[in-house]
């Protein structure tokens, strides 16, 4: 649109798209809000004649054409061309002048070659929105078997505990474990609802930024992870009170827990899970790093990838890409260190100004 004004000379232009039988502005210059918003059908006005026919329009003065819709006071001239996709009219490329004759043949089929390009980028654009949105669908539908199957499991579980506790009422040890025991089934439900909730949402939902007191996050987060721990991981947390960051809270919090989750799983005969934050000038530092298995070289960059899973029994292998994924909506870095049985860092790294 900006070369159509300021190389060619065209005051006005304005694209519009074909939805069911509706010519809908999608991008525009010189025209005000109420033209764009203008409703053209197939058929109607000079826009309307040429998405019907799919030939371009060239009127070298509106006031004797009866098909002029008034989209631009003081329009004197008007040229219209097809965007034509496979055959069949997607939209039209329109531009007018205040000019009587000011558009030519020569102006013809150079916004012939441009509708041509435009419509192979919007194309391009909309094919990639829909191949996004088929991987997303078949991610989904291939969560479904292994969820399913995780849910079962603990549903399982929650119903013997159930069970247990009808016919030992008294028996305080065991009221301990079934307590545990639901708790544990419970939150892993939760977690995988939580999981494939974000991973829908990531990307589309409008993210609510506000200032954050680094401290207050932490600790929330290390709380959780410790009440999900078992007794044999040591969880520290080092960083100052004074520190503060714009973000979305809830995103970046479920970042964090799935890296802290993932850490402690990370640590199946024990360990030590350590998160380090601190201000080096320009950014804030978030490390977060485990003595557990790690990860081996070739795997360093598939854990990103939704579905891959390494080295654990459970979950839908969606907790990493939501990481990356959230990280990168709030402009940070995250990247990980790793080596096969001493540990892995994970480094988030956040600018401010």
């Known amino acids: ?93 329109n531009v007018e002048s205040a000019a009587q004759g000011f558009f ?16 192979a980028s919007f194309e391009a654009a909309r094919l990639r929105e829909e191949l996004a949105k088929a991987e997303k669908m078949s991610i989904v539908g ?33 009221i301990a474990t079934i307590s545990d025991t639901v708790k544990k089934s419970a939150d892993n439900i939760y977690n995988l609802v939580e999981d494939i909730f974000e991973f829908l949402k990531t990307g589309r939902s409008s993210m609510t930024i506000k200032r954050v007191r680094l401290g207050d996050l932490f600790e929330n987060v290390v709380e959780q992870i410790r009440s999900q721990a078992p007794d044999d991981v040591e969880i520290k947390l080092n960083l100052a009170d004074s520190l503060e960051l714009d973000m979305d809270k809830r995103q970046v919090r479920r970042a964090l827990l799935n890296l802290g989750k993932n850490a402690v799983e990370a640590m199946p005969d024990g360990g030590e899970l350590e998160i380090n934050v601190k201000d080096e000038g320009g950014a804030v530092v978030m490390e977060i790093s485990d003595t557990g298995v ?47 049985g001493k540990g892995s860092t994970f480094m988030i790294k956040a600018p401010y100004s």
Not at 315 to 339: F, P, R
């Open 1 to 93: 649109m900006i070369i159509s004004q300021d190389i060619l000379g065209y005051d006005y232009a304005i694209v519009r798209l074909l939805e069911n039988d509706i010519l809908k502005a999608v991008k525009w210059i010189g025209f005000p809000r109420e033209a764009a918003d203008l409703v053209i059908r197939v058929g109607e006005g000079i826009s309307g004649e040429v998405a019907k026919t799919g030939q371009s329009v060239l009127v070298t003065d509106t006031l004797k054409d009866s098909r002029f819709l008034m989209g631009v006071k003081g329009c004197k001239s008007e040229l219209c061309a097809p965007m034509i996709y496979n055959g069949k009219t997607i939209g039209v490329f």
């Open 104 to 119: 030519t043949e020569v102006d013809r089929h150079l916004l012939e070659t441009l509708a041509s390009q435009l419509t």
């Open 142 to 174: 291939s969560l479904a078997s292994s969820i399913l199957h995780d849910i079962r499991n603990d549903i399982h579980r929650l119903s013997i505990s159930s069970d247990l506790l009808k016919t030992s009422p008294r028996d305080s040890d065991l």
């Open 294 to 340: 790690g990860i081996a070289k070739g795997n360093l960059e598939k854990i990103w990838e939704p579905l891959f899973s390494y080295g654990k029994k459970q979950g839908t292998g969606l907790g990493m890409a939501i990481v990356q994924q959230v990280i990168n909506d709030h402009g940070w870095e995250v990247s990980v260190k790793s080596e096969t």
